[in-house]
């Protein structure tokens, strides 16, 4: 299994893969930040727009952006896999080296972990990430500004242009995100220290907005100006290739794992995007100069029922 | 779903359920240590035997059982659920309370962790535990004896009463063990600066006892009248319930999580059940005073062909 999954030791990792767990040495004068995440076939992703490869990137990315959300750096991780009978031997070498892949780009070595038999394919990451002091969701005040870093709009962009089998140039960056998406390591450790307030965009910035607003008790208002010039060219390109305003894209789509934060002031490698005041909710003020209420909408998983129709309200 | 899992803080936990990721301030001057493991419908249990709260329970024994083979005391855990929709909010929340049970159980509260969705219920536990130092499989030498803690075979004679639909006040404990196996948090906890090597017992006795004697590179040799001395009238009477005899029960059964140890001394809470020698392999020294060899036989979950009539040659 550690030749798989391209194990190596990290730091303070003195025992690995192969006892009945790992062991590890903490840095001294850092918090340990840990997360889990599980990537299910049919919930998260299809296996028809994805290849083993890509799930098993997809699955530890989700997990190492709740680090960086906290400020932390990855250190290391355990993985789960719940293999089908349908699965051979090729693909799950090709799981196993996407995760490696993800671990080799975040820095955070798989060190142990668990294979199983299931009748659906699913992958469970566990990371632990070190970090001097974290940043919570519940520390954002009113006047702080909000920074965003990374990409939102697009990986959503991507699975709609898979879902809606619509091929364009301007989709393949999409599609690409969406297959392999981004952690944002180094903003993410910018945030430790400086940040009031962050939190990972996984189900859509306006939802995930809120959450931050809900958890700190305050409002959120995006500036869809400084939104639209923070994603450029690629969503707006993207987004009318699937016939739609790249604000919507912008607000509804998820897993793209932008960093999203409340500081008093700028964050290298994040841009403005809004600001935050007293109040509840989360706010537009959009390019005409008005004002727009942005009701929690964002990526529930392939139901695009319900998500879709309210965002339209501010498309 | 923090109040589902029954979460309560537990020390050096800063941040716990409903942030991106946990806080964790760790003791100093300790090694963590931190496994993962997962429980999948039809794999490692089936519904029609264990309702949703020994499932849940079962699903964080075996996690907690990893720590205690390492020597290490368990300080927290993250649980992942994946949900069908078969199964109703009742069920979920006694899945939650199971693993509540066994956390309380364990000393070692759930501090956070995943919901998704799934055509299949498994779940899957990941915990950290700390030690002193921590004890792997590697370290039996020639000369140690081979010390046990817990009962072993009970929890598979269960499993086999259910599979048959035997029913036998002989087996009430049997199948008790299984639906509600026990970790040995502190036999565990004696192993750290004691034992030389240790692994629990998940996937029966033999077998783990040959992946310990691999690992070290020594053969193991179990004392068939200190084995069954250890276990007492309780294994007895299940595997005469069950026309099976004692010792090929003891060795093949799996999921009772008993520690095995090599020591040079006995530990509090162990019997000592057979010693290490220089060589290679799992031996048996038999009541009739030979000694034969044991093949690596176990606990496949529910494939009981190749393990048991391997098993038969030592029965």
Chains 1, 2 share one sequence.
Request: glycine content about 14%.
């Amino acid at each position: 299994m550690g030749a798989r999954f391209g194990a190596r030791s990290a730091d303070g990792v003195t025992i690995g893969i192969g006892d009945d767990a790992a062991v590890l040495r903490p840095p001294e004068g850092r918090e340990l930040v840990w997360t889990v995440d599980a990537q299910v076939d049919g919930q998260h992703f299809r296996r028809a727009w994805l290849g083993p490869a890509d799930v098993g990137w997809r699955s530890f990315v989700a997990a190492a952006s709740d680090l960086s959300a906290m400020g932390a750096t990855p250190w290391c991780a355990l993985s789960s896999l719940c293999l089908p009978d349908d699965l051979d031997d090729d693909d799950i070498d090709a799981l196993c080296r996407g995760q490696a892949e993800a671990a080799a780009a975040v820095g955070c070595p798989v060190v142990g972990g668990n294979l199983s038999r299931g009748a659906e394919l699913s992958v469970t990451t566990t990371l632990l990430g070190t970090v001097t002091a974290a940043v919570a969701r519940t520390g954002a005040r009113a006047d702080d500004g909000l920074w965003l870093a990374g990409e939102v709009g697009l990986a959503r962009a991507g699975l709609l242009a898979l879902e809606r089998r619509v091929v364009a140039v301007a989709l393949e960056v999409a599609v690409d995100r969406f297959r392999r998406p981004v952690v944002r390591v180094e903003a993410g450790e910018r945030l430790a220290g400086r940040a009031h307030a962050a939190i990972d965009v996984s189900d859509g910035l306006a939802r995930d907005a809120l959450q931050l607003a809900d958890a700190s008790g305050v409002a959120v208002v995006f500036d869809e100006r400084e939104l639209l010039d923070h994603m450029g060219d690629a969503l707006s390109e993207a987004a009318a290739a699937l016939g739609e305003g790249a604000s919507l894209r912008a607000l509804v789509g998820g897993e793209d794992y932008a960093l999203l934060a409340a500081s008093a002031g700028p964050i290298d490698g994040f841009s403005r995007v809004g600001h935050v005041e007293p109040g509840r909710g989360l706010w537009l003020q959009t390019l005409g100069g008005g004002r727009s209420p942005i009701e929690a909408c964002g990526f529930d998983h392939f139901a695009s029922g319900g998500g879709e129709s309210t965002d339209r309200q501010q498309g």
